[in-house]
């Protein structure tokens, strides 16, 4: 070992406890010694096959109750259904403030295997990611979740409130035996000020970190139908009641057609920040995306180029599916399409069905309400919110220069049944840089998560519950 001048060695050990310790400097913590162990949860999650549907959620809840108990930590199962367990594990705190919730969902999306280049519920490691179905989503929180939990205990950290952690299942579009299922018949176990769950992300590039950001709101998911009809007949004699196309001009519309645009506190201020980072060009699109004279020309150019943008402006209606007919040589009785409507929380939903018939302008083409997937409308979470604060005071310690960005999700996450109840619920997520965006994320096809991505994501979730529940 090389050895230093004695007036150096301080500056030397110093940087290197820099390089090594970071958080609360209260509890410092050797990120080189928790990323190996954070890496080892992940990937043990990852290997469990938790495909929603069926499921199968309980494999995953085991494993993370076996890890909390062997560390003291008390843990409790509820499950509707005894293969879709969900976890609740406390940490208890002084009772000077309300509880903490720090919840993940332990069920993915399906995948399609032979659209993948490596098994998907292998855990592969390489080119410094890992790969798997839910390394994005949303087993990278899962890990991050567990690893807080478990450093909060070994720590002893003093907590002016409880910390809970709830691993959920269903997230995937069977809340009944997840979050709605807590929230009717288990309440008291997960009841709180402030959540921390998926739905936001911290975007770098050229390998600078420009934001991380935090959602406060998410649209609110419809589906309708719409179902044209009219005679069946042979398909060599054209019916002008055709159902095929009458049901694609309807759908053909939606192409031309989307509700008006609307801001809300969130999207105002979130373009308001997002214009003090941007280059020039960009600046005077999220400067003016409020200014009626230039709004055709904005959005014009973020449906063409920046779709997330676009959505995050207004209700979205999107044909997803359309099905109809069953010989070549018939035509059919009956066609019928989906649409996947993300309305703003405040949309007005009557009145949007009623201007959806309007466009379609059909009266041989029923628009139906299915309300399946519904998820309650309620207000975004607030942004001068204690929890809020120290999410900010995060982003300043571990990204200096970047900026904060509430934001308001256009898919959906669970954090709305809890923001109903008056919980003020805001989503974090991972690091991923621009030039990767679409590639491997969540949902996708080889869906996969750098190493270095997953230890910053544990230690912001470290840094933001010691910001927040650590007595003073």
Not at 82 to 91: G, Q, T, Y
Not at 346 to 352: A, H, I, Q, V
């Amino acid at each position: 070992m090389a050895t230093f001048p004695s007036r150096q060695a301080p500056v030397l050990v110093f940087l290197l406890a820099g390089a090594l310790w970071a958080g609360d400097e209260r509890y410092p913590i050797h990120w080189a010694k928790v990323s190996a162990e954070t890496v080892e949860h992940y990937t043990n999650l990852l290997r469990f096959d938790t495909s929603n549907p069926p499921g199968n959620e309980t494999k995953a809840a085991n494993y993370l109750k076996a890890v909390l108990e062997r560390e003291g930590i008390a843990v409790q199962l509820h499950s509707l259904d005894p293969d879709r367990a969900n976890l609740v594990a406390r940490i208890k705190g002084n009772g000077a403030k309300k509880p903490l919730l720090l919840m993940a969902h332990t069920d993915v999306i399906g995948v399609l295997r032979e659209k993948w280049s490596v098994d998907p519920f292998a855990a592969i490691r390489k080119d410094g990611y890992i790969y798997g179905r839910g390394a994005q989503d949303d087993k990278d929180n899962l890990a991050a979740c567990l690893m807080t939990m478990l450093l909060l205990k070994r720590n002893r950290v003093k907590l002016d409130r409880d910390v809970i952690f709830l691993a959920e299942a269903g997230e995937e579009g069977t809340s009944r035996v997840g979050i709605d299922f807590m929230v009717e018949h288990h309440w008291n176990d997960i009841e709180a000020e402030f959540a921390l769950s998926e739905g936001g992300y911290v975007s770098s590039r050229g390998g600078k970190v420009r934001f991380v950001e935090i959602t406060t709101t998410e649209k609110v998911p419809r589906a309708l139908r719409l179902v044209a009809r009219g005679l069946a007949g042979h398909g060599s004699r054209p019916r002008p009641d055709n159902p095929i196309v009458r049901l694609a001009a309807a759908v053909a519309k939606f192409g031309a057609w989307q509700p008006p645009a609307r801001l809300n506190e969130t999207t105002r201020m979130y373009f308001q920040r997002l214009a003090a980072i941007s280059q020039p060009e960009e600046a005077y699109r999220y400067n003016h995306v409020g200014d009626k004279s230039k709004q055709a020309e904005i959005e014009k150019y973020f449906k063409e180029h920046e779709l997330g943008h676009y959505s995050m402006m207004r209700t979205s209606v999107t044909p997803t599916i359309i099905k109809g007919g069953f010989r070549l040589n018939v035509i059919p009785a009956e066609a019928e399409a989906s649409l996947d409507v993300r309305a703003l929380p405040d949309e007005n939903f009557e009145k949007l069905l009623g201007e959806i018939r309007r466009v379609i302008a059909d009266p041989t083409v029923d628009v139906i309400d299915s309300r399946a997937g519904r998820r309650p409308a309620c207000p975004p979470s607030r942004l001068d919110s204690e929890m809020f604060r120290a999410l900010e005071r995060v982003q300043r310690k571990m990204y200096s220069g970047a900026i904060t960005l509430p934001s308001m999700l256009t898919g959906a996450t669970d954090l709305s049944a809890l923001r109903v109840r008056g919980v003020q619920a805001y989503g974090f997520g991972p690091l991923v840089d621009e030039a990767e965006s679409g590639l491997g994320g969540a949902h996708a096809d080889d869906e996969r998560l750098a190493v270095s991505s997953l230890e910053k994501l544990a230690e912001f979730l470290w840094r933001a519950v010691i910001e927040v529940a650590a007595a003073k």
